[in-house]
């Protein structure tokens, strides 16, 4: 299961959450989300948990709770929309035809 966590520090590592989660269960990947231009936390990333009864058991417990000075939002990560980043929008190439002198 794929698990959001948001409200993150931006003192928080990958290897923070994977310690925390781990509490819980087996993590199979954590990303932190990170601003592509500063490279610093957006603060939000995901965590992977391949049991779905320990993926549940890691929400109940680390939602609400403090990690380095910040109170977490922990939930199910939903699927990413259409409208986000590369997907739906305008096809590429030219509209019309032909040279315009």
Not at 65 to 79: G, I, S, T
């Amino acid at each position: 299961m794929n698990i959001y966590v948001g409200n993150l520090s931006r003192q928080v590592t990958e290897e923070d959450l994977q310690q925390a989660f781990e509490a819980f269960g087996k993590v199979e990947s954590v990303k932190i989300i990170k601003d592509m231009f500063s490279g610093e936390s957006r603060g939000f990333g995901f965590v992977e948990m391949p049991a779905k009864a320990e993926a549940q058991a890691a929400i109940n417990g680390m939602n609400g709770k403090e990690l380095k000075d910040r109170v977490l939002n922990v939930n199910e990560a939903r699927p990413r929309s259409e409208g986000r980043r590369g997907g739906g929008g305008r096809g590429g190439g030219r509209q019309g035809g032909g040279r315009r002198w």
